[in-house]
């Protein structure tokens, strides 16, 4: 757990107390500058556009 006081520690303890995990998110490849455009910004977007 991070230090109390820090962003990670009010971010970790927003995910514990509305019971979300991290895992449970998808993970999109991205190796070209393209893909990563893709994979963080337009999420709903087929990866075969």
Known sequence: ?????TLGRA???HLS???????ALPR???T???EYV???LLPA???SC
């Open 1 to 5: 757990m991070p230090p109390a006081g």
């Open 11 to 13: 971010f970790a303890d």
């Open 17 to 23: 107390s509305n019971h979300l995990d991290l895992n």
């Open 28 to 30: 999109l490849l991205a």
């Open 32 to 34: 070209t500058d393209a």
């Open 38 to 40: 893709r994979a963080h």
């Open 45 to 47: 977007v087929p990866q």
